[in-house]
Each structure stands twice: as C-alpha cells, then as structure tokens.
C-alpha cells in the first residue's frame, strides 16, 4: 500500500454530528478524513470545504486536543473572544488545548473556502461550546454524546 493518495478519492462527510439547531449551521460543511484515510492513529487532518454561508462548527474549544487550520482557498472569518478576523488563502491559525477561549470559522464570502484541520487525537478531550448549552464531556467524542452545559443529554 503506497503511503500517499489523492485526496479526491477519499469519500465525503458532510454536515456535523451536532443536535439541531445547530446541525442545520454546519449543514453543507463537507469534510474529507485524510488523516484517517492514510491511517494516522496520532493526529487528525481533515480537508474541508465550507460552502458560502457555512459555519465550520459551533464556537468551541477543547481542553486537551491542540488545533491548526490552513486556508487553501478562498476566505474565511475566524470568530474568538477577541472578536473577529478575516483568513485568506495562505494563512494559518492555532488553538492550544486548555485555552478557554472558543473559536470557529464562517464563510460569509460568496465563494467556497478550503482549509486543513489538523488535531490531536489526545484520549478524553472534553469539548466546551462557548456561546451555546452544550458540551461534548471526555470520551464523548467517539460516541458524540453532546450535553447541556448543566449535564442533562440533547
């Protein structure tokens, strides 16, 4: 098996996992798992395509998963608690684990947008979803068990 693939021949996944309303934001967000598809075990790479109008998730951050984004094409506002920023093709972005401040990508352009998103896979990571009543608690990720804020299931 060669080590290396075109990443057109690996299948898409779109929309998200999230419990509405919040599916519906993340909708047409399509993901391709790079990282699985070549059999990383360590990290994630995903190749991502937010179509005009898409939120790539909601505002959130991870307590023990380090992130990174790469704009391909197109643009891109990161929203954080320092406000909002505008990422064109060629820029970068990271989110260290434990940094309680939530972030999220929003194509408001009229154009697709295409990053990398690359993350740890740290076992019991706990995702907190900074504007909203949800939390994804530790080892809820493989089963994507979202929660109120207050513990109670979605």
């Known amino acids: 098996e060669m080590p290396a693939?075109?990443?057109?021949?690996?299948?898409?996944?779109?929309?998200?996992s999230y419990p509405e309303p919040f599916a519906a934001r993340?909708?047409?967000?399509?993901?391709r798992a790079l990282g699985d598809a070549l059999g990383l075990r360590n990290f994630g790479v995903n190749l991502v395509e937010l179509p005009p109008g898409t939120e790539s998730s909601m505002r959130h951050w991870h307590d023990r998963q380090d992130e990174f984004v790469y704009v391909l094409s197109g643009e891109l506002v990161l929203v954080t608690?320092?406000?909002?920023?505008?990422?064109?093709?060629?820029?970068?972005?990271?989110?260290?684990?434990?940094?309680g401040d939530g972030h999220q990508l929003?194509?408001?352009?009229?154009a697709p947008a295409v990053y990398l998103e690359v993350g740890d896979r740290l076992p019991g990571d706990g995702t907190v979803y900074s504007d909203i009543d949800m939390?994804?608690?530790?080892?809820?990720?493989a089963r994507h068990v979202f929660r109120h804020k207050?513990?109670?299931p979605y």
């Open 81 to 99: 608690d320092a406000g909002e920023q505008t990422l064109g093709t060629g820029m970068a972005a990271g989110f260290p684990a434990g940094v």
């Open 5 to 16: 693939l075109d990443p057109a021949t690996v299948s898409v996944q779109t929309g998200s």
């Open 106 to 110: 929003v194509n408001r352009s009229d």
């Open 135 to 141: 939390v994804l608690p530790h080892g809820g990720a």
């Open 150 to 152: 207050d513990g109670t």
């Open 26 to 31: 993340c909708a047409a967000r399509a993901k």
